[in-house]
């Protein structure tokens, strides 16, 4: 069994910056984070296998976002620069248990956080 907890989100202005957190128990393959607008359909921004440290970005947030994570602390984070308001939206940590975890298959994912909101106000 997998639990994650995320923590990090908030407002911030166009430009800014925010770094999300994702504390996790449990064997996972792979971890990546998502994110929903309202209205809008469940999107992959960042994915990491925990084991390689490899990385996958969505063309979105590349060069902008960083996913890192620390094993000591088996905690994830996306560190989150020059924020713009198309970024708003309630970001999900994720966790598979397989090599099957694109970013454009959250079914991939088992297990998932409750979200934290992400504002950006231009």
């Known amino acids: 069994q997998v639990q994650l907890v995320e923590s990090g989100g908030g407002s911030v202005q166009a430009g800014g910056s925010l770094r999300l957190s994702c504390a996790a128990s449990?064997?996972?393959?792979?971890m990546a984070w998502f994110r929903q607008a309202p209205g809008k359909e469940r999107e992959g921004v960042a994915r990491?296998?925990?084991?390689?440290?490899?990385?996958r970005y969505a063309d979105s947030v590349k060069g902008r976002f960083t996913i890192s994570q620390d094993d000591a602390k088996n905690t994830m984070y996306l560190q989150m620069n020059s924020l713009k308001p198309e970024d708003t939206a309630r970001y999900y940590c994720?966790?598979?248990?397989?090599?099957?975890?694109?970013?454009?298959?959250?079914?991939?994912?088992?297990?998932w956080g409750q979200g934290t909101q992400v504002t950006v106000s231009s």
């Open positions: 994720a966790a598979a248990t397989s090599s099957l975890c694109g970013l454009a298959t959250p079914a991939a994912y088992r297990y």
């Open positions: 449990g064997y996972r393959y792979c």
């Open positions: 990491i296998y925990t084991g390689s440290g490899n990385t």
